[in-house]
């Protein structure tokens, strides 16, 4: 069930600083990585970023590059009159990957009390479109609903920065300029069909946009007109385009009614914690004859394939995630939100919260740490093979190798007791 390759990518970014807020206001988009994303502390200045002298210049050879692949040169003129070089959002790119949190840090936030309350709110006072939604597309609604409320709570935090200046800003950089110049031309595409004008084109520092915070490729690949008024209008008050929007994204990458994203479970003494692993898969049946029930122990229905994950170690809460965990993912591959979203949507529909404890004593480790775990685990000989302070597959495997070799439990957890011990 690891995350297969995305058939339409999706903003992954952070959101800064409004990520830390526990009120139901703020976005809490993650930085896209296995359950870390923002706590606060920097640890490395920023990169050299280049200077604005240019950007004028690259306007006007991306003009031409741009009317070459259809473009017109009104809609061109007027979305980039008076756009100027963002300096800001280049220092967010070099920084986000800077900071770092814990997944029950995150969590808090994204079920915070206020975040469930104003998720029921919204889907008391939206419930006939969001039926009709779940309908259509055959998405529970309560995933699209926490979706909605982790992306831009319900509709209130749906980003005030002018997507063209960001995405030209960044296309300008040559840190990921490819990718951006791309998004940026389907941004341009967006304006020339007519679905919004330049002025109410806003979104996040990074260019995600609307309620549902949409990329501009997944916007053209995937935006629905849900009202028939000719526009996909992911932008405005009325959010029936963007959460038929979302229910559409989930629905294309595979989505199955009616199946859990995940259960909390608990774990036999002696469980084997090389099994849980996102590669192994059994049906609940099976994972019940070794001895993982839910939490009341019971065995969870047959609702397909799971695999256990445990996001905090062994230590923290397990769970058993079905093949709706990795369609989250598609949406952003942080273990992180796919368990905010999960979790807050059981919640808005009356569900418990997660009834174990978690490490809390623990910190996450910081981008230093973490580039240094990788190093240390490779010269001892259980190599991540990247060396890219991502907390992935990879370096999970090597964690639980190198933890197997001095006698600990093998969860793969990536703790600073496991730096200390490498050290």
Wanted: charged share 25%.
């Amino acid at each position: 069930m690891r995350m297969r390759a995305l058939t339409i990518f999706m903003s992954i970014f952070a959101t800064g600083a409004a990520a830390q807020a526990t009120a139901p206001h703020a976005s809490l988009r993650p930085e896209a990585r296995p359950f870390v994303s923002t706590q606060g502390t920097a640890v490395r200045a920023p990169q050299d970023v280049k200077g604005a002298a240019g950007f004028a210049d690259w306007v006007r050879d991306f003009r031409s590059r741009a009317l070459e692949q259809g473009i017109t040169p009104e809609v061109f003129d007027a979305a980039f009159r008076g756009v100027e070089y963002d300096a800001k959002v280049i220092e967010r790119d070099r920084n986000q990957n800077e900071f770092t949190k814990t997944v029950w840090v995150y969590l808090d936030s994204a079920a915070s009390e206020a975040r469930i309350a104003a998720g029921k709110k919204a889907l008391a006072e939206n419930r006939a479109l969001l039926d009709r939604i779940e309908e259509r597309y055959g998405v529970d609604k309560q995933a699209v609903v926490a979706i909605w409320g982790l992306e831009s709570a319900f509709g209130t935090f749906r980003g005030t920065e002018p997507v063209i200046r960001s995405l030209a800003s960044l296309a300008y950089d040559t840190r990921r300029g490819t990718f951006f110049e791309g998004q940026l031309v389907d941004a341009l595409t967006i304006l020339q069909s007519g679905d919004t004008v330049p002025a109410n084109m806003k979104g996040s520092w990074a260019g995600a946009m609307g309620h549902t915070q949409f990329m501009p490729s997944s916007f053209l690949a995937l935006a629905q007109d849900w009202d028939g008024d000719g526009r996909r209008d992911i932008w405005s008050d009325d959010p029936a385009d963007a959460l038929a929007s979302a229910a559409h994204y989930l629905a294309e990458n595979g989505w199955t009614k009616g199946q859990p994203w995940g259960v909390e479970v608990r774990l036999p003494e002696g469980f084997d914690y090389t099994l849980a692993d996102r590669e192994i898969e059994k049906l609940p049946s099976d994972w019940a004859a070794l001895g993982v029930t839910d939490m009341d122990g019971k065995p969870i229905a047959d609702h397909g394939p799971a695999s256990v994950l445990l996001p905090g170690g062994h230590q923290g809460a397990a769970f058993m995630i079905f093949e709706n965990f990795a369609v989250i993912e598609r949406y952003n591959t942080a273990d992180a939100y796919v368990i905010g979203v999960g979790h807050l949507g059981d919640r808005i529909l009356g569900g418990p919260e997660i009834r174990h404890g978690w490490p809390r004593e623990d910190r996450a480790l910081t981008l230093d740490e973490r580039l240094e775990l990788q190093e240390r685990l490779r010269d001892a000989g259980f190599d991540p093979e990247k060396i890219d302070g991502r907390i992935g597959p990879l370096t999970i495997d090597a964690v639980r190798g190198y933890q197997q070799s001095i006698g600990a439990v093998p969860d793969g957890y990536a703790s600073l007791q496991v730096l200390e011990a490498l050290r």
